[in-house]
C-alpha cells in the first residue's frame, strides 16, 4: 500500500485537476452568459470582427517571431519594436506632413501605400541593424545570450525612439474615406476593420507564396532545417537570415499601419504589448509554423475579443471587459500546460530538440 502511494505523481494530478477546474469554469461562464443572454446579436457580430481585426494584426506580428524561431531557435523579444519604428517613423515624417498639406485625403489610397511602403522599410532597416549588430556575433552563443541580448535591444529601441520623436502619443491622421460603415450581407463593418482585414489576409498569403514558391524561400526553409548542410550546398546563410529578419520586420511594419488606422494612435511604448501578445500567439498556433502563426493570432485576437463577455461576465466578474490583457497572457499559460507544442506544432524528438 505504501508503494502504491509511492509511485503517485501528485504534481501530475495538481496539473489535472487544475485543467479541470479550468474547463469546468469556462463551460460554466459560458452557459451563464447564454442563459442570461446580455448582449444582443449586433453585439456579439461587433465583438467577432473587432476579434478578427485584431487577431489579424497578432497575426501578422506573429510571423516575424515564428520566421525567425524557426531558423534561429531564438526569441526575438526585440520585433514589438521593429513594429513600433515603422510606423511611428511614418507618422511623424509622412502622414501629419500629407495631412496638413492636403494630400492624405485628396489621394487616400496612393497616401496610405506611401506611408506603409515607409514604415515597411524602416522597420526593415532597424531589423537589420538589430541582427548585424547585435545578434550575428552571438549566434554560436548559447540560447540564453541571444535571448538576453533581444530584452536590451528592445529597451534600446524603446528609448531611442522616445529620445527620438518625444515619450507623448502621437494622432494619426484621420482618413476620411475610412469612416462610417460597410454593409456586407446585412452585417454592419466599420470601413477601417475592414481594411486591416483584407489587408492581413492578402499580407498572409503572399508570405505563403513568398516562403513556399519562391527560391529564396527554399533557402529559408533548407537554413531552418539544418544550417551547416544548407552551407554546403552553396546558400549563403547569412543572406538567408537577413532576409528573414527583413521580411519579417516587413510585416510588422504593415501591421504596425494597419494599427494606427485601427487606433489611431502612435507612440514609442505601443510595440510592447502587441509584441507580447503577438509572442503568444505564435506559441498558441505552434512556434516555428507559418500557418500556425496565422492560426493563433486570429484564434487569440478572436479570444480576447469575445471572451469577456462570454466567459467571464458569466462567472459574476465585474467589468470584464478590462480584463483582456488577462485574459491574453492566460492563454500563454493554458497552451503550455494543455498542448506545449501549439495547435500546428509538432512534438520534436529528443535529439532533434
Known amino acids: 500500500m505504501r508503494q502504491r502511494f509511492e509511485n503517485i505523481d501528485y504534481l501530475g494530478v495538481i496539473l489535472w485537476l487544475f485543467r479541470a477546474v479550468i474547463i469546468v469554469a469556462v463551460i460554466w461562464g459560458t452557459i451563464a452568459t447564454i442563459l442570461n443572454n446580455p448582449y444582443s446579436t449586433e453585439n456579439w457580430i461587433d465583438f467577432l470582427v473587432f476579434g478578427l481585426a485584431q487577431g489579424s494584426l497578432y497575426a501578422l506580428i506573429a510571423l516575424g517571431y515564428t520566421l525567425v524561431y524557426g531558423i534561429l531557435f531564438m526569441i526575438n523579444f526585440a520585433h514589438g519594436e521593429f513594429f513600433m519604428s515603422g510606423v511611428f517613423t511614418a507618422t511623424v515624417f509622412v502622414a501629419i506632413p500629407l495631412n496638413q498639406a492636403g494630400y492624405l485625403n485628396r489621394y487616400p489610397i496612393l497616401s496610405l501605400l506611401g506611408i506603409t511602403l515607409v514604415a515597411m522599410v524602416v522597420s526593415m532597416g532597424i531589423a537589420i541593424l538589430t541582427e548585424r549588430v547585435a545578434y550575428r556575433p552571438l549566434r554560436r552563443a548559447p540560447r540564453l545570450v541571444p535571448l538576453i541580448t533581444a530584452i536590451g535591444a528592445s529597451f534600446f529601441w524603446q528609448y531611442f525612439f522616445r529620445g527620438l520623436y518625444g515619450s507623448g502619443v502621437t494622432a494619426f491622421p484621420t482618413v476620411d474615406i475610412l469612416k ?131 466567459f467571464l461576465e458569466g462567472l459574476g466578474i465585474p467589468a470584464a471587459y478590462q480584463l483582456k490583457d488577462v485574459i491574453a497572457f492566460t492563454m500563454l499559460v493554458l497552451v503550455l500546460i494543455f498542448r506545449p507544442q501549439g495547435i500546428l506544432g509538432e512534438r520534436l524528438a529528443e535529439k532533434k530538440a
Do not use: C, N
Open 180 to 310: 462610417g460603415k460597410w454593409s456586407i450581407g446585412g452585417i454592419e463593418i466599420l470601413k477601417a476593420q475592414g481594411v486591416v482585414i483584407v489587408a492581413s489576409v492578402l499580407l498572409l498569403i503572399g508570405l505563403y507564396i513568398f516562403v513556399m514558391r519562391t527560391k529564396t524561400g527554399k533557402a529559408m526553409r533548407a537554413v531552418a532545417e539544418d544550417k551547416d548542410i544548407a552551407a554546403l550546398m552553396g546558400i549563403d546563410v547569412d543572406r538567408v537570415i537577413v532576409i528573414t529578419f527583413a521580411t519579417g520586420a516587413a510585416l510588422a511594419g504593415a501591421a504596425g499601419v494597419l494599427y494606427a488606422l485601427l487606433f489611431r494612435q502612435v507612440h514609442f511604448f505601443m510595440g510592447f504589448i502587441p509584441g507580447i501578445k503577438a509572442f503568444t500567439a505564435a506559441v498558441l498556433g505552434g512556434i516555428g509554423s507559418v500557418p500556425g502563426a496565422a492560426l493563433g493570432g486570429l484564434f487569440l485576437g478572436m479570444f480576447e475579443s469575445v471572451g469577456p463577455s462570454l
